[in-house]
């Protein structure tokens, strides 16, 4: 029965509204709370807090060998790349913690080019035969892949910019009926570049969790998420009708070549 619903498409449309929504509600209420940190009285009994928390700051701004850290979290990118142990915004976030913006930055990007590239290859070695499984298990990503969805980059850039959808998964997927690498890796990175950034500025100012600079970039994150569900819900939307109207079509041409033999 739950199988049944994850494959009507009305129901993913309707999933998608609500995480849309949701998204929206969550970075309104972020807001809120940077608002309400501009309270002088909230104010002082935060200071104290980020007494605490700058001790932790300095222990990691003491760490010595920078390259040895760097080469750790590559080793991280690389074991993640491998086994779902750990999500990527979890390493974004460490890099954003150890570096500033710039170099933390550059350091994600490196490892999440690694990682488009790697899974990318790894698709190619599994063929469409593992293609095919997978998109029976997921839905609403079969369904993107209709009408020549597999040739379209927008198709590409929506599975990417949404955040719901398997990141490893889509690089395999895109692999294994090897769309041009040099196009899936440039859109898989611009698509991918908002929770990047996001994540690794969280990282940056997770010493100092309640100030602005920490929210803005999750207000960010969670206003870009909200618009790309409501755009998959859209887009899912005009698929499903003119699915439907093509499948009327279809059924009415047949009716009238049966009736005339």
């Known amino acids: 029965m739950a199988e049944k619903r994850r494959d009507d498409p009305k129901f993913l ?16 209420a972020l807001l809120a709370i940077v608002i309400v940190m501009q309270i002088d009285s909230v104010q002082e009994k935060y200071r104290q807090y980020l007494d605490i928390v700058r001790n932790f700051e300095n222990v990691v701004a003491a760490l010595g060998n920078r390259w040895l850290i760097i080469i750790v979290i590559f080793l991280l990118y690389i074991l993640r790349s ?13 890099t954003g ?24 290859y790894t698709g190619i070695q599994m063929g469409e ?10 839905p609403a990503i079969n369904r993107a892949f209709t009408t020549e969805g597999k040739s379209d ?9 949404v955040p719901i959808f398997p990141f490893n998964t889509v690089s395999q997927l895109y692999g294994s009926f090897e769309y041009p690498f040099w196009k899936y ?15 690794t500025f969280i990282g940056n100012n997770v010493y100092d969790p309640l100030s602005g600079r920490f929210y803005i970039p ?6 870009f998420s909200g618009a790309s569900f409501f755009l998959m819900q859209a887009i899912m939307g005009l698929t499903f009708r003119f699915s439907k109207k093509n499948n009327a079509k279809y059924t009415t041409e047949t009716k009238g070549n049966e009736e005339n033999e």
Do not use: Q
């Open 153 to 161: 980059p927008w198709v590409l850039f929506a599975l990417r910019f």
């Open 218 to 223: 999750l207000i960010v994150l969670f206003v």
């Open 185 to 199: 890796f440039i859109i898989s990175m611009v698509a991918y570049s908002y929770k990047l950034i996001s994540y």
């Open 129 to 138: 035969g593992w293609m095919n499984k997978v998109l029976h298990r997921h």
């Open 13 to 28: 449309i309707r999933l998608f509204r609500l995480l849309g929504v949701i998204s929206f509600i969550t970075a309104a």
């Open 82 to 94: 491998l086994t779902p142990i750990y999500p990527y915004p979890a390493l974004y976030i460490i």
């Open 97 to 120: 913690m150890v570096f500033s913006p710039l170099p933390a930055l550059v350091i994600d990007t490196f490892g999440m080019a690694f990682t488009v590239a790697f899974r990318y």
